[in-house]
């Protein structure tokens, strides 16, 4: 990628950031495509240089929180740790990461409401694949005897469904901050899979 595929990559990635948070905090419904320009200090044209309308806006920024999840995992999977910790920590980036890009989370609960069906099969593709990453990880835990005998699918459902659910209860101004509240859980969702 050019220098100048860089910038402009990162310039979306900055507007999707800014566009979400304004769309999260008004709705979107009740936000323009002239207050998501102002609130990023540009103009509409330049938003609309990036973005053809607003429901292409908040479709790439689904598409691109998906994307840096699956990075993210995918990251951890590939490390050189025992399937254990590898799962823990990969439990820890994901709440840390849904907690620092709440707002497109938090957004993401209904895309039917947004999208189009070609939009929302990308949407699921996307969430299929974030799923899959997990169900490698259990996977491994299984077949390396660490983990027991479950039904994979159920148990990535319960852990992701845990973990997501952190972006309704979670403070900053609480006692402990993200990566403490993320190992936690983490500790506490893996006695789910532990053999004992």
């Not at 590939?78 to 990969?90: C, D, M, N, T, W």
């Not at 005897?145 to 039904?151: I, L, N, Y």
Request: glycine share 6%.
């Amino acid at each position: 990628m050019s220098l100048r595929e860089r910038k402009t990559a990162k310039k979306k990635e900055d507007i999707l950031r800014m566009s979400v948070s304004v769309l999260s905090e008004k709705g979107y419904d009740g936000t323009t495509m002239e207050e998501i320009a102002s609130k990023l200090l540009m103009t509409k044209g330049s938003v609309y240089y990036y973005f053809k309308d607003k429901q292409d806006l908040l479709y790439q920024s689904h598409v691109m929180l998906l994307e840096r999840s699956i990075e993210n995992v995918e990251g951890v999977r590939h490390q050189e740790l025992p399937v254990k910790a590898k799962l823990r920590r990969a439990m820890i980036v994901h709440i840390e990461y849904i907690l620092v890009e709440r707002s497109g989370f938090e957004m993401m609960i209904k895309p039917e409401q947004y999208f189009s069906s070609p939009q929302i099969e990308t949407i699921f593709q996307l969430r299929d694949d974030y799923g899959i990453c997990f169900d490698q990880l259990i996977l491994e835990g299984i077949e390396a005897d660490v983990f027991g005998s479950v039904d994979i699918k159920i148990v990535r459902n319960i852990i992701l469904g845990a973990m997501n659910w952190v972006t309704q209860w979670y403070s900053d101004d609480g006692k402990k901050d993200k990566t403490e509240i993320a190992e936690d859980i983490a500790d506490y969702l893996l006695h789910i899979l532990i053999k004992t």
